[in-house]
């Protein structure tokens, strides 16, 4: 199985600059992996790798989502 990558830059949405995500601590569980980091102009950039829903819920937490089993 493929290690993720420990950083990813992406396009900020407001400034059009780069922005590099970190990929964040989770639970050895293999159906999500998050990335997430700031923007020099301070929006958050949020990413996730793995199932749709997860992912969905994870994006659409603002940076507050915890994961648990």
Same mark, same amino acid.
């Given at each position: 199985?493929?290690?993720? *990558?420990?950083?990813?830059?992406?396009? +900020?949405?407001?400034?059009?600059?780069?922005?590099?995500?970190?990929?964040?601590? %989770?639970? @050895?569980?293999?159906?999500?992996? *998050?990335?997430?980091?700031?923007?020099? +102009?301070?929006?958050?950039?949020?990413?996730?790798?793995?199932?749709?829903?997860? %992912?969905? @819920?994870?994006?659409?937490?603002?940076?507050?989502?915890?994961?648990?089993?």
């Amino acid at each position: 199985m493929l290690k993720a *990558p420990r950083t990813l830059t992406f396009k +900020c949405a407001k400034c059009a600059k780069a922005v590099q995500v970190s990929l964040q601590k %989770v639970s @050895a569980c293999s159906h999500i992996t *998050p990335y997430s980091g700031v923007c020099a +102009c301070g929006e958050v950039k949020l990413h996730a790798i793995g199932q749709p829903e997860a %992912v969905q @819920a994870y994006l659409a937490s603002n940076g507050l989502w915890t994961h648990h089993h």
